[in-house]
C-alpha cells in the first residue's frame, strides 16, 4: 500500500483530485487480461509510471529506481509517479524535469 500512499500524496501536493482504481490481480490469467507487468503497478490514463521497467507479464514483483541513488527499490518513487502524472495531464507548473539519479535508466520524456 505505499505505493497508493506515495501517488495520493502526488495528487495531494499537485492538487489534483482524481479517482483511483485499485484491481486485485490474484492470477496469472488476470494477469495476462490487463497486462499486468508486476506488483506495484501504478498506471496514469492507462499509461505505466515507469514502462522501461515493465517488460514482463504475470504475478511478480517489480523494481524501479531509487530518487536517490538509481538503486532498485520496490516502490515507485513520488519523482516517477509525479512526472507520469504532469505527462498525462500536459502540464509541469513551469518547471523541468528533474535530472535522473547516477546510474539510473532515463524516465521517458514521452
Known sequence: ??????????L???????????IAVTSAADAQFLDFRGSPTI??????VYPEGATVVGLHLRLYPSEVD???????SKRLIRHAV????????????????????PVDQG
Do not use: K, Y
Open 1 to 10: 500500500m505505499l505505493a497508493r500512499q506515495r501517488l495520493v500524496e502526488v
Open 86 to 105: 504532469e505527462a498525462a495531464r500536459g502540464w509541469g507548473h513551469g518547471r523541468a524535469a528533474p535530472p535522473e539519479p547516477a546510474g539510473a535508466p
Open 70 to 76: 538509481g538503486s532498485p527499490e520496490a516502490i515507485p
Open 12 to 22: 495531494i501536493e499537485d492538487a489534483f483530485e482524481t479517482p483511483i482504481q485499485m
Open 43 to 48: 498506471r496514469i490514463d492507462g499509461v505505466d
